[in-house]
């Protein structure tokens, strides 16, 4: 690990238990059985803990796009050419992608921040050069990435967590944009949780079943790399495990939102984690700083086939099942509005003795 990157291991931030029993002993009295608005109670519990306070908010979110390429494409493994990150970046820039329109209805800030892309982008006022290369290498063939350009991209994550937080953001969404991302997610996510190809990858942009047989292929022999010169190379010893795997097998992307996710739980920023690529991310996030775990929120099941086994390792139970399969943050911004209503249930309701009500304690059976 390189002296820049000894960040990734301090540990995250603490929760606030106590705000977290004020909070609840508040949900307690408000005018309602007790349970009777499910996992939104779960929800406004949860982000009081994190924000320290009584009655939560979430009406500052930050939504940041990280935008990278991946050497891997050249193995024919998307639906899509690489050309289409750039696109899709300066679409998000111009308001007509999905985030941009998002982003726009609930009145969030969106960043865009282009870490590399194989196809050189114009500069653009909205969008944030952080180029490193442009993209990935080939993850089937070698490395990723070198240890060097993935601190490079943990670091960027963190900057961008950072900025979320001088501007006030009361939650961090972290999307992505990059054309084969689906493979180098699926290959980090079989590295880390010892799993083979065929548990994770899936159809990513919309390939065929003969198109996911031979992307599962290309994972399995990059599996295999990986191992190899696992084996050959011993392990340098200030280096995470998890960080060595994401070198070898992620993608600029996948590195900048795990970084994002540690700073934020370091910072006690909550993290709204969006689909397949973005829970990758948060695995390889835990994997290096175990706490920050407790500073994320599931929004939605993507339709991506391997997001189940991910969700399961990190224990998380998302909001939303909309079939929806984008990435950008687009399924985390879909389920801000729930957390707003969470938090407006949880702040603004009548308590029993305001409103009133009688029947606070549930009645006893007669004796
Ligand atoms: O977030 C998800 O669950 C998700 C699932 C499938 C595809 N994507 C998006 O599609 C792109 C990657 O797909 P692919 O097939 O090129 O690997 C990338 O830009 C992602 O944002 C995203
Ligand atoms: C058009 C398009 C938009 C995307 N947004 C995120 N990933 C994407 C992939 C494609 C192909």
């Known amino acids: 690990m390189t002296a820049s990157t000894h960040w990734v291991c301090t540990p995250a931030a603490e929760l606030d238990a106590a705000m977290g029993r004020a909070a609840a002993a ?12 499910g996992r939104l109670e779960e929800v406004a519990l949860r982000l009081a803990a994190m924000q320290g306070r009584e009655r939560p908010s979430v009406e500052r979110v930050r939504i940041c796009v990280f935008a990278a390429d991946n050497g891997v494409v050249e193995e024919g493994v998307s639906a899509f ?28 800030d969106i960043e ?23 993209g990935s290498a080939n993850l089937a063939r070698g490395p990723a990435m070198t240890d060097a ?25 972290g999307g992505e944009m990059g054309i084969g991302n689906t493979t180098a997610s699926a290959a980090v996510a079989c590295a880390l949780l010892e799993q083979p190809a065929a548990a994770l990858v899936g159809p990513g942009t919309g390939l065929d079943s003969a198109g996911v047989k031979h992307k599962q292929r290309v994972v399995a022999r990059a599996l295999e790399r990986h191992r190899r010169a696992a084996q050959a190379t011993p392990p340098d010893a200030g280096r995470p495990a998890p960080a060595a795997v994401l070198a070898s097998l992620g993608g600029f992307d996948v590195a900048a939102l795990a970084g994002a996710y540690v700073a934020c739980a370091q910072r006690r920023l909550p993290v709204l984690l ?3 690529i973005s829970s990758v991310a948060a695995l390889v996030a835990v994997r290096l700083c175990p706490g920050a775990a407790d500073w994320m929120l599931f929004s939605h099941a993507s339709a991506e086939p391997g997001h189940a086994l991910v969700l399961q390792a990190l224990g998380g139970v998302p909001l939303l099942d909309l079939e929806m399969r984008l990435g950008e943050g687009s399924g985390a911004a879909t389920a801000v509005p729930l957390l707003r209503l969470a938090c407006r249930l949880h ?19 007669p004796q």
């Open 149 to 173: 350009q993935c601190d490079q991209a943990l670091a960027q994550g963190r900057a961008a967590a950072l900025r979320a937080i001088d501007a006030g953001a009361e939650l961090f969404i």
């Open 112 to 134: 865009l921040v282009n870490l590399g892309t194989a196809t050189p982008m114009s500069p653009h006022p909205a969008v944030r050069d952080a180029t490193i290369a442009p």
């Open 274 to 276: 969006d689909g397949f």
């Open 347 to 365: 702040g603004d309701m009548a308590t029993f003795a305001e409103a009133g009500v009688k029947g606070q304690a549930p009645l006893s059976a």
């Open 26 to 37: 508040r949900q307690a009295q408000l005018t309602k059985p007790p349970g009777a608005l």
């Open 81 to 108: 050419p690489p050309s289409v990150t750039m696109q899709m970046v300066m679409n998000m820039a111009a308001g007509g992608a999905a985030i941009s329109v998002l982003a726009l209805a609930l009145e969030a």
